[in-house]
């Protein structure tokens, strides 16, 4: 079975730092790609970052968060800094393959993890 388990989350003040991970197992992990979404209160959710052969970021964290992916451990970490309350949502990591114009359909990914929640004080 295809399982994705996303951990890291808690509660940071502004201009803090967490680091989200997502261990995965059940599929050929290096022949994936994994991407991190958000969903906060009543906002649909968004596409944050991703990582397969190359990595993408949502306009909103780039220069503050950094995706990588260890195959060896089959886990993709997600490094967020200069944490802003607007960073607070519900993080989901997914495993898909979709072009790379595509990342940020999340209808496109194939099974999601649980989420973690991130939350970031003023």
């Known amino acids: 079975d295809v399982q994705l388990q996303a951990s890291g989350g808690g509660s940071v003040q502004a201009g803090g730092s967490l680091r989200l991970s997502c261990a995965a197992s059940?599929?050929?992990?290096?022949?994936?790609?994994i991407g991190w979404f958000r969903q906060a209160p009543g906002k649909e959710r968004e596409g944050v970052s991703y990582?397969?052969?190359?990595?993408y970021y949502a306009d909103s964290v780039k220069g503050r968060f950094t995706i990588s992916r260890d195959n060896a451990k089959n886990t993709v970490y997600l490094n967020m800094n200069s944490l802003k309350p607007e960073d607070t949502a519900v993080y989901y990591c997914?495993?898909?393959?979709?072009?790379?114009?595509?990342?940020?359909?999340?209808?496109?990914?194939?099974?999601w993890g649980q989420g973690t929640q991130v939350t970031v004080s003023s």
């Open positions: 059940g599929f050929r992990f290096g022949d994936y790609g």
């Open positions: 997914a495993v898909g393959r979709p072009v790379a114009s595509a990342w940020l359909t999340s209808s496109l990914y194939y099974y």
């Open positions: 990582s397969r052969t190359s990595t």
